[in-house]
């Protein structure tokens, strides 16, 4: 099942969600297996910022019946080593290359861009406007006066394709995709973690480190699913359906909601090589809908 | 250092056929047929979950897969005997105390570092509760270098939790704390003995947070070496998520891919938030 | 565990959300035994509309792992008939009463204000600025310069205490919040359902008859949790706290989260006294953590 | 008009033990000892989930209960010992069939309104498949009113799904789709001659939409009064949610508490988009 997307050819709809899969240190840990049976038909980064970030304090994990809460809080090297240490060995991965970033403020964003956009390891930019685990994290993706002001002040930094990542926390996804299309953007994705809190077993204290965090897995499949629908329904860009998929139904569902590409998430924890069993179901639709897989 | 590689883990998660169960006191030990798999070393663990009914326990729970420590690993003709000792303490051990021999589990391993041997000097190996899993692995690996012998300190609740050792004809020193076998207190009261004797040693330990951070501080003061085989949430274990960071004098690091054997002098301390038990 | 909220004694903090329990049809189908065994120290009306409303085509229900999608659709006799037939029988239940009301313009509002004003039945109105299943349901809910200018205007036509529900679907829960305590409200309720959206097996067509509906039980308490948290630490006025409540441990921690009274909701459909049961746990705290009932 | 009032459901849900376990086909017939409610009526029909691991099958569902017609109702001394009858068709149905005999359910009921009966005409019963259940439960009814004696349908798909009616001792004549036994072809075929020759009967039917309706078509031709049993998803069961309606000359009805038998005249169809099967 090829497909099309902001030019690119991949070779299947299946991509990794930003921050579930880090595919580096999947090389080490699987070997040549690992790049032989690549589960993504792209890759997407974690999320890089401009300066390093250790991350949130631990716990930054708490599962839900269906799902879980993280509070990893974007750890990464920063703009500077991620370029010199990771970008080349990024480039060595069978798949084009999506970099997820994100900024503290539009100059924090620019300099990004005009860093990356020379690169030609880079097939792509998702721009990360909706991360529940940084401060004022999501409300560029959830407004759309705000997302469109962004966007069109970073649309002139960089030439490559323009993924918009939006928050769920709208009863108006759909006004904020306009708004980053008529902005530029290439594609929107969605949906981001949906915002969330546990407290720590028998008190009434967070668990997480951070205090609270953002929730992903199937719990959030159908507010995945309606936000998808709504998005698809009102933008003409490509729309990269996320939230909840376990199995080639669950991302045949996004792509019958209208999105062009499917990226699995959470599901890669409960199984490393989840991407391949999703878009080899896929191929085959008769027995996906009475044995999903 | 370790005198064997990292071996690598098979790409994905597989089905393995359960092919004993036994009960000591509070624990259960499964075997599992690998046929996947290469030969783990020494503190290595498995993802493991069920491929029916995960989930349905408190709170719908368990979602993700749960990390164990294998005890013991034997390579058969028919691939490799795995075995997983484990206590049930909520929805996820819970769920794998029901399985029972012929029953399916879903594997994905070996992840992490494992101990890394240290041949020069005497091996003291240190278990606290469940921690004894992954010190079972590390003496029969020892076992098998020919001529290193270990001095194993065993230490648990009662005799009833104590009969776990007695599954591996594990030779130990044994301590309760209540007294009802070997000697009434604190392992670390055997550990510290031996140590003020035989500082040549290096320590390898695994157990309950708080045991682990007495051996630390212990070691640190006597200038003894320290491997400790750590605990904290973990969702993927290979990496992929960074749920799993502990504080350590380089900053967090992920336990999964990094650990879970961290060495002593790396840590500030091994009491960390949020660790499993 | 006595309370007092917004002016009313309460013998214990736990009361039933909006649309999750038709009290008159419970008296019917159980007897004198749920009058003596009432579950809740107060009493939650469906919400009510100015015209009569038949609700959306079935199917109305999805069931999710941890909870449901609902697109009932407020169907409802409409106020003249609500007043005539049912408010009386109300009355006669063995606690007070607060009517939740919806309108779809100011004016149908302040007609349904000023019609029940002078009723010594109802204890406080609540105001559903939240509900998904109806169009342009839920902006009120979850846009702080709309839900100030409604609660502003609708102030003055009611002397009754009046709760504003709020929507989920916002970055910033807070802030709606304080805009609806600014303009004049007496509590603020939340969260109401998440929009979501599920389809029929093995189809890409919606499930429901009304293409989308709410989410509600255990997949959104930590949604819950996480907004009630931070409604409760931004506003004075008190907060009615659900989402998810399945037994006390669920309610004590909506309580300790800051929230004045606790609503059981979805909990009640598969225990119809899950509110006795979550109360009377609520009453031992020693247990509640080990074996939450 | 029923000769026999309502009964009130106990308030909420209560614990009750499995007695009896057998299988016909790919149905299970459960029995379990209801100790707190009263005698029910034909047609109504209990909520039911298990106490434990309600959960974890597809999806993580079954999460809401489960409507489930009774089949029989036996007063003992010792309760009523009730039975239901179930086929396996999705998670909820699924793990009905793991429950074996002194495992718990939890029940709450009887609900909704069971069959009127008409005293002056002739009692017809047709059930198509898992319809049975409530079928047998008024032919039970019936026979223990003096005097009234019923004429009874029944379609199955094969001779072996027609094996729960033997469960029951059902006297009834049989249609089966693949005519593995008795008539080939519907039940409707069946009942279309009986009506032709005895108009004076009422007809109290269940079964799936389809047959419904044709029942309700047949009937209507005829003028023949029919009470059509039916399903619609229901998440509380006692009128709580407004998520059972169905579409009725009178608009939508709760089918839980104003069903779940309809008369055939309330309905421009028996067609329920979304009903459960
Ligand atoms: C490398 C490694 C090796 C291990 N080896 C073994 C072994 O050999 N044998 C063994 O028995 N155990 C082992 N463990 C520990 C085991 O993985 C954990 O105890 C596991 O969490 C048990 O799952 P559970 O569902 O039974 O208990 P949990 O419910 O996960 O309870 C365990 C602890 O998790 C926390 N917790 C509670 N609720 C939640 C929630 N909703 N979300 C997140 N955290 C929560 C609390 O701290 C609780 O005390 C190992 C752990 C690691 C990291
Ligand atoms: C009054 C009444 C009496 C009944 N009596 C009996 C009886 O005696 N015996 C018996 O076997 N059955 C009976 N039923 C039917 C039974 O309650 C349903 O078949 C029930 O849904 C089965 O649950 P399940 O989980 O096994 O199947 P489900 O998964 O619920 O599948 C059944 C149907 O539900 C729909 N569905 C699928 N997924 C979902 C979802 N996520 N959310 C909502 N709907 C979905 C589809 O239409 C599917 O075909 C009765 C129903 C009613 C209303
Ligand atoms: C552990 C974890 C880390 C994540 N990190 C990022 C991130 O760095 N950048 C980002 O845009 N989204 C991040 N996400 C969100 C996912 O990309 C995705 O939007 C979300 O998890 C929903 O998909 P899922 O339900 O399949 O997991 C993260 C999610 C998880 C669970
Ligand atoms: C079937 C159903 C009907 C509902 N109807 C209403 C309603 O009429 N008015 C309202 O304000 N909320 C309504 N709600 C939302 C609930 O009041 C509550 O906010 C939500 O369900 C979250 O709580 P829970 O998870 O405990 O169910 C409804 C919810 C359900 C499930
Ligand atoms: S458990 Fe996921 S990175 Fe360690
Ligand atoms: S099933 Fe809830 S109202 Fe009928």
């Avoid at chain 1, 990542?165 to 904020?176: G, H, Q």
């Avoid at chain 1, 009102?234 to 669950?250: A, H, K, Q």
Wanted: proline share 7%; net charge negative; charged share 20%.
């Amino acid at each position: 099942m090829p497909v099309e997307f902001c030019g690119i050819e991949l070779e299947h709809p299946i991509v990794n969600a930003s921050g579930t899969y880090d595919a580096l240190a999947a090389r080490r840990v699987f070997g040549d297996a690992f790049e032989r049976n690549f589960p993504f038909s792209a890759y997407v980064s974690k999320t890089i910022t401009l300066d390093p970030r250790a991350g949130n304090p631990p716990p930054r994990l708490w599962e839900l019946g269906q799902g879980m809460i993280n509070s990893i809080g974007l750890p990464n090297k920063g703009l500077v080593r991620f370029v010199e240490e990771d970008l080349s060995e990024y480039a060595t991965l069978p798949a084009p290359l999506i970099v997820s970033v994100m900024g503290f403020s539009v100059d924090e964003l620019i300099a990004i861009l005009e860093a990356l956009d020379g690169r030609d390891e880079i097939a792509a930019l998702e721009l990360n406007f909706s991360c529940p685990n940084v401060k004022t994290g999501n409300i560029v993706g959830s407004d759309p006066v705000e997302c469109e002001a962004m966007m069109t002040q970073l649309r002139a930094h960089s030439d490559k394709p323009m993924i918009a990542k939006l928050a769920p926390s709208t009863s108006r996804p759909d006004l904020v995709a306009m708004a980053a299309e008529s902005a530029g953007a290439d594609a929107v994705s969605l949906i981001n973690t949906l915002p969330g809190m546990a407290f720590a077993p028998g008190t009434s204290r967070p668990w997480l480190g951070a205090g609270s965090g953002g929730i992903s897995g199937p719990a959030v499949r159908a507010v995945a699913l309606g936000q998808v629908v709504r998005v698809s329904t009102s933008v003409r860009i490509p729309v990269i359906g996320m939230g909840g998929v376990e199995n080639s139904r669950d991302a045949q569902q996004l792509l019958d909601a209208g999105a062009r590409l499917v990226a699995v998430g959470t599901e890669n924890f409960r199984d490393p090589a989840a991407g391949n069993r999703i878009s080899a179901g896929l191929a085959q639709p008769a027995e996906s809908a009475a044995n999903p897989d | 250092m370790s005198v064997v590689a990292r071996p690598q883990a098979p790409f994905g998660r597989r089905i393995v056929h359960v092919t004993d169960r036994r009960v000591a006191g509070p624990y259960v030990a499964l075997t599992a047929r690998d046929r996947g798999g290469p030969a783990p070393l020494a503190g290595q663990f498995y993802m493991l979950m069920t491929p029916t009914t995960w989930g349905g326990g408190a709170d719908g729970r368990p979602y993700l897969p749960r990390a164990l420590s294998f005890a013991r690993a034997v390579s058969t003709a028919d691939g490799i005997a795995l075995d997983f000792l484990f206590e049930g303490v909520g929805p996820g051990t819970d769920r794998l105390m029901e399985v029972g021999v012929g029953d399916e589990l879903l594997i994905a391993g070996p992840f992490g570092n494992g101990f890394a041997l240290d041949g020069e000097r005497w091996p003291v190996l240190v278990a606290g509760g469940i921690g004894l899993a992954p010190i079972v692995a590390l003496e029969d690996e020892l076992r098998e270098l020919d001529g290193v012998r270990a001095t194993t300190f065993v230490g648990m609740r009662s005799i009833d939790h104590a009969s776990a050792a007695g599954l591996y004809e594990l030779e130990h020193e044994l301590a309760t704390e209540d007294g009802s076998a070997g000697h009434q207190g604190y392992v670390t009261d055997l550990v510290k003995a031996h140590l003020e004797e035989h500082a040549e040693s290096t320590v390898y330990a695994c157990g309950p947070a708080a045991m682990l951070e007495a051996v630390r501080v212990l070691c640190a003061e006597l200038g003894v070496p320290s491997q400790l085989a750590m605990e904290s949430g973990m969702a993927c274990g290979f990496g992929a998520c960074y749920g799993c960071v502990v504080p350590t004098k380089d900053g967090f690091t992920r336990l999964c891919v990094d650990g879970p054997v961290l060495d002593g002098s790396q840590l500030d301390t091994a009491l960390i938030s949020g660790a499993p038990h």
